[in-house]
């Protein structure tokens, strides 16, 4: 079950939130703050059940702060993945995520069908396979920015690719993975 905890943004809120979870033994696969303000916290508990829930419910309630919880079908983030996924999917064109590997992490329909496989199968195969002469890891490398209009032959057509690395916020380190 999703939960999702309408709350005040103060410290050791989540803390009194997890201690009451732990006290029931609900254990707790993922959670994401979210809201405006963050004054949401969402958490997703596998062996929560609905009869429980609504036992906690009250309890949820009385932690000071706390304005209300409710069930919610998603997580934020598995949201964002779902309409991130739908936009790519939509898509016409290629579209490629390449880790510093050099190995494609996703594709969109587009890019599986010029790679000539499903979807689900491309994540682990390496773009060496189908890009001749192209070493990204090595570009990303040696340019650390942003690349619009490179040429690129896969499997015999020239396409143009524009590489945008990503980079953790915290990573001064080399960028992964970079997206084509």
């Known amino acids: 079950m999703r939960i999702k905890v309408h709350c005040q943004n103060r410290i050791g809120i989540l803390r009194d939130i997890l201690n009451l979870l732990v006290e029931y033994g609900i254990n707790v696969a993922r959670g994401e703050v979210g809201g405006e303000h963050g004054n ?26 706390v304005f209300g919880v ?14 991130l ?47 001749e002469d192209f070493d990204l890891p090595e570009l990303v490398r040696a340019n650390k920015s942003r690349i619009n209009g490179l040429r690129v032959k896969v499997k015999g057509d020239v396409f143009l690719a524009d590489i945008a690395p990503l980079q ?9 993975p970079a997206r084509c």
């Open 40 to 65: 949401a916290i969402y958490l997703h508990c596998p062996n929560l059940i609905n009869i429980q829930f609504q036992a906690l419910r009250p309890k949820f309630e009385s932690i000071a702060g």
């Open 70 to 83: 409710k069930r919610v079908g998603l997580m934020p983030s598995e949201r964002r993945h779902m309409e």
């Open 85 to 131: 996924n739908a936009l790519l999917g939509a898509l016409e064109f290629p579209v490629l995520s390449i880790d510093m590997g050099g190995s494609i992490v996703a594709a969109n329909r587009a890019a599986a069908q010029l790679l000539g496989v499903r979807v689900d199968e491309v994540p682990g195969i390496p773009l060496s396979r189908y890009a």
């Open 168 to 176: 953790s916020e915290h990573d001064d380190s080399e960028p992964w």
